[in-house]
């Protein structure tokens, strides 16, 4: 089983501790979206969980907690970007980010981190030279510690375009020109270039363009192979594999503006004060008339062929 963590908030940076009694526990309870009534509850061990991914900005607050998830296998991705508060108003320093980078991957290895620049949008003074020189500057600082680089360019989501009105898709030209000399300076750093949802027309560049978070990125983090069940994509344009996502929309602290899983800050103040470490839902907890779905938890590791 592949349990995911970070495509609806940061579990590592706002919910260190509920995280870490998850899985002393043994157990998490996941709300359903679109459809409130009906829980997903997922029992957790290291005999049936083979990989947890995680998606977070700033993993720091979650690593004193490590140990905890020491018999787990572990793919993290850690999103640096080079925007201001104008644009990611909760993100810490980005020059500590980078230094926690390293710090996870001396933990886990480099085979499970990779680091996410995305999303690349350009404005008046996030210039397409901006962001060559940031870049540049970051993977520098990440040389030796990760062997992935993911990016995407801004997607105009409804949530987006309404908490960002005044933000605009990447040019054709510039999707181009960026993805092609990101590439450059990432291979040179001994980093391969994953576009996220963008299609195919980044690999006449040298991209892979066969997904980000894929089976085979779990696989070469743990040392197995992995047989799963065939799932639809989030998205056409996604060759990712979701699966077991434990986290809730709206409850994101990071507050970034483009952000698709939070739909107003108001809703995000709530569910921050509802949140409690003890509870088994991220927030809040049971309520009458639940409908409690125990998920059928099994490992998907081949037993009969390892990758090493």
Known sequence: MIINTGQRTDIP???PKWLANRFKE???CVRNPFNEERVSRYKLSPDTVDVVGFCS?????FFEYMDVIKDYGQYWFVT???????I???VPDKHKILEDFKALSNMVGIDSIGWRYDPILVNDRYTVDYHLRAFEQMTEALDGYT???VISFIDLYEKVKRNFPEVSSVSRQDKHF???EIVKIATAHGMVVKPCGEGEFLSEYGADCRGCMTIETYEKAIGAKLIVPNKKPARKECACYISGDIGAYDSCGHLCRYCYANNDIEAVKRNMKLHDPDSPFLIGGYREGDIIHDVEMKSYIDNQLSLF
């Open 13 to 15: 940076a706002f919910y």
């Open 26 to 28: 043994g157990e998490v």
């Open 57 to 61: 900005k700033n993993p720091a607050p």
């Open 80 to 86: 640096i970007t080079p925007y201001g508060k104008d």
């Open 88 to 90: 990611e108003p909760g």
């Open 147 to 149: 062997k992935t680089v």
């Open 178 to 180: 960026l993805g092609k």
